[in-house]
Nanobody, 123 residues
Framework: VQLQASGGGLVQAGGSLRLSCAASGRTFSTYTMGWFRQAPGKEREFVAAISWNGYTTGYADSVRGRFAISRDNAKSTVYLRMNSLKPEDMAVYYC?????????????????WGQGTQVTVSS
């Protein structure tokens, strides 16, 4: 599976962005999909994840209520809608795919990663 993230950019605090992650291959619908982010000087952290069928989602406490993850298996794409953005949301955002059960927040469980897309939030 190859993943291509897009949709990042510069936005003012309080604004919104929608990230997309397009996957190649015909097995997209069998993968749990996640979004992670990494700010300069910090470790990569979990943001959100969605089950293979889209029925279950999970979020980091820092983004719950502001971000929404969704997927369209017909388009092999996962999305991350980000509202009420804060300066602390500024990071490179990565999408990831994996086949596993249990804790979605562990990066090592994901098998495939996209290249990342930069989100910059101005205060």
């Amino acid at each position: 599976v190859q993943l291509q993230a897009s949709g990042g950019g510069l936005v003012q605090a309080g604004g919104s962005l929608r990230l997309s992650c397009a996957a190649s291959g015909r097995t997209f619908s069998t993968y749990t999909m996640g979004w992670f982010r990494q700010a300069p000087g910090k470790e990569r952290e979990f943001v959100a994840a969605i089950s293979w069928n889209g029925y279950t989602t999970g979020y980091a406490d820092s983004v719950r209520g502001r971000f929404a993850i969704s997927r369209d298996n017909a388009k092999s794409t996962v999305y991350l809608r980000m509202n009420s953005l804060k300066p602390e949301d500024m990071a490179v955002y990565y999408c990831a795919a994996g086949r596993f059960g249990g804790d979605w927040s562990i990066a090592a469980r994901y098998d495939y990663w996209g290249q990342g897309t930069q989100v910059t939030v101005s205060s």
